[in-house]
């Protein structure tokens, strides 16, 4: 749907951090504002819509920020405007309520008539009211996990892949001395990128992850081939791996999140297995938000300033209700709708996965080593 250049946009990002959050708002700022358009910083997604939090974007506000982890607007990830919490009753049960018409009120009062919203595919989600509002809604995706539908890559992806790997490269040097196994945990809730890429970037003997259900006996006999060639053995390990048949490990549940299942704990309980079923002295180390803060790498600076810059270039168009996405390499964009719950994940026949077992890389099965 085309629509007219906006005088005034409002920018936020929502769900989980990644690097490269501030490197979309730089771009977006200051393409914004050559193009003669006031740009209002959204603080904490979209609570700040809801409460009315919002904070201009100028020249100083965006320099030196590139290199910068995290969002310097802010991010919330309990805030879809939709169904609001705005307390709790008598029981202690949440309540909720539509929070979006006294947004666009907001919006009105602001004079904002367009949005860019940088998150998930629950960022993706939320936005959806305001476009059938009529407000010109662009996407920017973005996380780590690189799972979101519609987009073969998400900034924030390789900057975890480069943590994980050098945790990869890390942990070898110290299996090796005390002839040990390591368990590497990496983020991953549904989608095993980050673990395979890292897996293979950091020769990672043993590669688990959510879409390839391991089984125990066949870890445990490829940790004990690896030692004995060896001498120590490392895997890199999704933390929504679960064995065939089993569940993932969950580390708490807060049912007042949207996200109430807190995955983690699965490298202690594989150290645990391997183990008991070797004898081999093991250990695990978890990544977890390590994967998530501080300076996104260049090529992370290079896609996210790409897709703002593009996400600006939609919006000068007079486009709406797209999501910025890159495609067979090229830059592009798809319905916003599209991610809406939906996952992009690890094909179990994926060429990587081909690739993985082509340098002996086992995935928890029995499968011959080569391709
Ligand atoms: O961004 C997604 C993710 O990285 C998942 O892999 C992980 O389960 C989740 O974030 C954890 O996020 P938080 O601890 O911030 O809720």
């Given at each position: 749907?085309?629509?007219?250049?906006?005088?005034?946009?409002?920018?936020?990002?929502?769900?989980?951090?990644?690097?490269?959050?501030?490197?979309?708002?730089?771009?977006?700022?200051?393409?914004?504002?050559?193009?003669?358009?006031?740009?209002?910083?959204?603080?904490?997604?979209?609570?700040?819509l809801v409460?009315g939090?919002?904070?201009?974007?100028?020249?100083?506000?965006?320099?030196?920020?590139?290199?910068?982890?995290?969002?310097?607007?802010?991010?919330?990830?309990?805030?879809?405007?939709?169904?609001?919490?705005?307390?709790?009753?008598?029981?202690?049960?949440?309540?909720?309520?539509?929070r979006v018409p006294n947004c666009l009120q907001r919006m009105r009062d602001q004079?904002?008539?367009?949005?860019?919203?940088?998150?998930?595919?629950?960022?993706?989600?939320?936005?959806?009211?305001?476009?059938?509002?009529?407000?010109?809604?662009?996407?920017?995706?973005?996380?780590?996990?690189?799972?979101?539908?519609?987009?073969?890559?998400?900034?924030?992806?390789?900057?975890?892949?480069?943590?994980?790997?050098?945790?990869?490269?890390?942990?070898?040097?110290?299996?090796?001395?005390?002839?040990?196994?390591?368990?590497?945990?990496?983020?991953?809730?549904?989608?095993?990128?980050?673990?395979?890429?890292?897996?293979?970037?950091?020769?990672?003997?043993?590669?688990?992850?959510?879409?390839?259900?391991?089984?125990?006996?066949?870890?445990?006999?490829?940790?004990?081939?690896?030692?004995?060639?060896?001498?120590?053995?490392?895997?890199?390990?999704?933390?929504?791996?679960?064995?065939?048949?089993?569940?993932?490990?969950?580390?708490?549940?807060?049912?007042?999140?949207?996200?109430?299942?807190?995955?983690?704990?699965?490298?202690?309980?594989?150290?645990?297995?391997?183990?008991?079923?070797?004898?081999?002295?093991?250990?695990?180390?978890?990544?977890?938000?390590?994967?998530?803060?501080?300076?996104?790498?260049?090529?992370?600076?290079?896609?996210?300033?790409?897709?703002?810059?593009?996400?600006?270039?939609?919006?000068?168009?007079?486009?709406?209700?797209?999501?910025?996405?890159?495609?067979?390499?090229?830059?592009?964009?798809?319905?916003?709708?599209?991610?809406?719950?939906?996952?992009?994940?690890?094909?179990?026949?994926?060429?990587?996965?081909?690739?993985?077992?082509?340098?002996?890389?086992?995935?928890?099965?029995?499968?011959?080593?080569?391709?």
């Amino acid at each position: 749907m085309a629509s007219s250049r906006p005088k005034r946009i409002g920018v936020l990002t929502g769900g989980g951090d990644c690097p490269g959050l501030n490197a979309v708002i730089r771009v977006v700022t200051l393409e914004a504002i050559a193009a003669g358009i006031e740009v209002l910083g959204i603080e904490d997604g979209f609570e700040g819509l809801v409460e009315g939090r919002f904070r201009p974007l100028g020249l100083r506000d965006v320099r030196g920020i590139l290199d910068d982890g995290g969002t310097i607007l802010g991010s919330s990830n309990r805030s879809n405007p939709s169904h609001y919490c705005v307390g709790h009753d008598s029981n202690g049960d949440a309540i909720y309520e539509n929070r979006v018409p006294n947004c666009l009120q907001r919006m009105r009062d602001q004079d904002i008539s367009a949005l860019v919203v940088i998150g998930g595919d629950g960022t993706m989600t939320c936005a959806q009211p305001f476009v059938e509002a009529g407000i010109n809604v662009i996407g920017v995706p973005k996380t780590i996990d690189n799972d979101i539908e519609g987009t073969e890559i998400t900034f924030g992806f390789l900057t975890a892949v480069q943590i994980a790997t050098e945790a990869l490269d890390r942990v070898r040097t110290t299996a090796d001395s005390h002839g040990r196994v390591l368990v590497v945990e990496v983020m991953g809730r549904n989608a095993g990128w980050i673990a395979l890429y890292a897996g293979i970037a950091g020769a990672a003997d043993q590669i688990l992850i959510p879409e390839m259900p391991y089984s125990i006996e066949a870890v445990a006999e490829h940790v004990q081939q690896r030692v004995a060639e060896r001498g120590s053995t490392v895997l890199c390990v999704a933390e929504g791996a679960c064995p065939i048949g089993g569940e993932p490990v969950i580390k708490l549940v807060d049912p007042t999140s949207p996200d109430s299942i807190r995955l983690g704990g699965i490298g202690s309980v594989l150290a645990h297995e391997i183990e008991s079923a070797t004898g081999i002295e093991s250990r695990s180390v978890v990544l977890g938000h390590l994967l998530r803060g501080g300076s996104p790498t260049a090529a992370d600076r290079i896609l996210a300033t790409h897709f703002g810059h593009h996400a600006l270039g939609l919006l000068l168009d007079g486009q709406s209700s797209r999501m910025v996405a890159r495609v067979d390499g090229m830059m592009t964009s798809v319905d916003i709708r599209l991610p809406a719950g939906k996952q992009r994940l690890v094909p179990p026949d994926h060429n990587l996965v081909r690739t993985a077992r082509g340098v002996w890389t086992g995935f928890g099965d029995r499968r011959e080593k080569g391709r």
